[in-house]
């Protein structure tokens, strides 16, 4: 199989907080590919408004810039 013949793929995991997932991300591997990728982080079970942390924010802006240096 070619990395062309890739469409996508996924992993489903559980956590405990946005933080880990997050942790998780920035952990998975950069694939091989000559065009782009990108990793998403999404929520399966919708957490209470309270619930919503800055920190996650800060993750979020972690991940984007550790992948912006892999993509180059």
Known sequence: MNDEDLVCSYVLIEVSSE???LQWALRMPVPNMS????????RLVEPPASEYDIHKSV???????????YRS
């Open 19 to 21: 933080e880990e997932a």
């Open 35 to 42: 065009d782009g990728f990108s990793i998403e982080v999404r």
């Open 59 to 69: 993750m979020e802006d972690e991940l984007k810039s550790q992948l912006d240096v």
